[in-house]
């Protein structure tokens, strides 16, 4: 994935396409730093000298920086869990070497919880900030043509400033002498004033920011950069839930995010195993009310990592709301279980651990890289022995194979609103025109994982959005084209706060502080 990320893949693979001029990534002038011209090219030379330690400049400003320039340009993903890529110090620091041109020392513990906050953080309120910067800029030219390094350590300092309320001017002091050893005196200057400037407004308590007036366009254009999502999103959800609920789950997703454990009893851990181990390694953790493997943790995920409880599949991150997916499943000992688009494996291995070693789940997928990870994780977790992975498109296998089951579960591919204050640039990713493609496949995944279910036996369809488009309209829509099917009120496998008043399973992230998922139990009666 994003491991082995040469400079020159961050500057073919970008998904907008400055200009190399524009990127500006080498142009270094200041005598202090010590680069050299090997980054100019955006290529590292086999023999290139290591580069002197920068001991000048914050390591955490410049790791957030150069972490916020792939994720932009599509080197890395913005999931902060993703251990492999972003948690590898040394594959950071290369990356920094690359692109910066100097060497920061390794991060410790602090610094990396403020790289995870700032990252998170910069990329979840973009449009807010961006709108402010802009604003400051002497002209709009300045703000639409500004090299892209220049701009995240300008996103860095208003975002310290603004949303972590920061000392003023040591943000000011420390993003300048920043953007003068990454790029040159210049463009410290430009750091310097704009970030000034900033300062002046927020004292005065002026902040250019958009009055919510107007029109409903122009109001979902004002909520948009106040709570910083794209319009189409706002204009859908005050469409659906109101524009005061639309408000409190933008807020959701702009803050912190927490996430759960899952212990793993197929391995022999019991919860109470799991909260013993962070206990002792200090992460401070709240146990599930809804299920009994799960802990919640908001702090200390990296020292979780760090000490290899996920490596040896003594726990995995998963969400309580994607863990009640698995209980309107209801799996059992003994079950033949087929899971329809089952990579990466969050819930296949879950519903494997149900089954006590007796019993099977089969795990389709078209994608064979993430089947791959399911697989070793499956052995990891030591549940290998009751999954089987099936590679293939669900389309085509569900009409030319023999396989059938009594409970079906599909995972459809799906929008993901309901994961966006984990997933902090999924935000900015999707567009509209994704959920007329995605409600396409939905429909024809669902008609295809209907012919695998036997007579009597439930189809369990469920996705991680909140958008009904995707939820109980293609409920709707698969009963209408397949009357053979009922649903099954889900009361009887998830808490009755999570049942809606037609019986699907809906966690809500502003109600129940977990992500969005939504769930439906349909049965065949023929
Ligand atoms: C929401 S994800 C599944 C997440 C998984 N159930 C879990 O809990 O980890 C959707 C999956 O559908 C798969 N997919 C998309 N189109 C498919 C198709 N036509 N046939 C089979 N799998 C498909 C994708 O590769 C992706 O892994």
Avoid at 433 to 456: T, Y
Wanted: charge should be positive; hydrophobic fraction near 40%; charged fraction near 25%.
């Amino acid at each position: 994935m994003a491991q082995v990320l040469s400079l020159r893949v961050f500057l073919s693979s970008h998904t907008q396409k400055p200009s190399p001029k524009s990127l500006k990534l080498s142009k270094r002038t200041n005598k202090s730093n010590t680069s050299i011209s090997t980054a100019k090219k955006g290529l590292v030379s086999p023999s290139h000298k290591i580069q002197k330690l920068n001991l000048e400049v914050s390591p955490h400003r410049a790791v957030s920086a150069v972490r916020l320039l792939r994720i932009q340009f599509g080197g890395a993903f913005a999931d902060l869990l993703n251990e492999k890529g972003k948690g590898s110090g040394d594959n950071e620091m290369g990356y920094v070497e690359r692109t910066l041109g100097f060497r920061t020392r390794d991060l410790d513990d602090r610094d990396l919880r403020l790289v995870t906050d700032i990252v998170g953080g910069t990329i979840r309120w973009r449009r807010y900030l961006d709108h402010i910067i802009g604003s400051l800029c002497h002209d709009e030219s300045v703000f639409r043509s500004m090299e892209p390094l220049l701009l995240q350590i300008l996103r860095i300092g208003f975002y310290e400033i603004l949303k972590l309320n920061m000392p003023p001017y040591a943000v000011v002091d420390e993003n300048v002498k920043l953007a003068k050893v990454a790029l040159r005196p210049g463009a410290g200057n430009m750091v310097n004033g704009i970030l000034r400037k900033l300062v002046l407004v927020k004292e005065n308590n002026s902040l250019p920011l958009p009055k919510l007036e107007g029109d409903d366009r122009a109001q979902a254009r004002a909520l948009a950069t106040l709570y910083s999502h794209p319009v189409w999103m706002v204009r859908r959800w005050t469409k659906y839930l109101g524009q005061e609920e639309a408000i409190r789950l933008m807020m959701w997703n702009n803050s912190d995010p927490s996430f759960s454990l899952r212990a793993n009893s197929a391995k022999g851990i019991s919860r109470d195993d799991l909260v013993t181990q962070l206990n002792s390694l200090q992460v401070p953790h709240e146990v599930s009310s809804h299920l009994d493997d799960f802990v919640r943790v908001k702090i200390g995920l990296q020292n979780v990592i760090r000490a290899g409880l996920l490596k040896e599949g003594i726990c995995s991150v998963q969400d309580e709301s994607a863990g009640l997916v698995v209980s309107v499943v209801n799996p059992q000992p003994g079950d033949d279980i087929i899971d329809c688009c089952a990579a990466p494996g969050g819930k296949t291995l879950y519903m494997a651990s149900h089954l006590s070693g007796k019993g099977k789940v089969r795990a389709i997928d078209i994608n064979v890289g993430r089947l791959r990870i399911l697989t070793e994780t499956a052995q990891m977790q030591k549940v290998d022995g009751v999954v089987a992975t099936i590679h293939a498109d669900l389309r085509t296998f569900a009409v030319n194979s023999p396989l059938k089951s009594h409970k079906v579960l599909l995972d459809a591919p799906c929008s993901g609103l309901g994961v966006l204050s984990k997933r902090a640039d999924l935000r900015w990713n999707r567009r509209l025109e994704d959920m007329e493609e995605l409600k396409n496949l939905q429909d024809e995944l669902l008609d295809a994982a209907s012919i695998l279910v036997n007579p009597q036996g439930v189809l369990i369809y469920s996705t991680c959005s909140i958008d009904p488009e995707e939820n109980e309209d293609r409920v709707d829509a698969f009963l209408v084209r397949h009357p053979e099917f009922r649903i099954d009120p889900v009361g009887r496998y998830v808490p009755s706060d999570f049942v809606t008043k037609r019986g699907f399973y809906h966690s809500d992230p502003v109600k129940h502080s977990l992500d969005g998922a939504f769930a439906a139990r349909l049965v065949r009666t023929l």
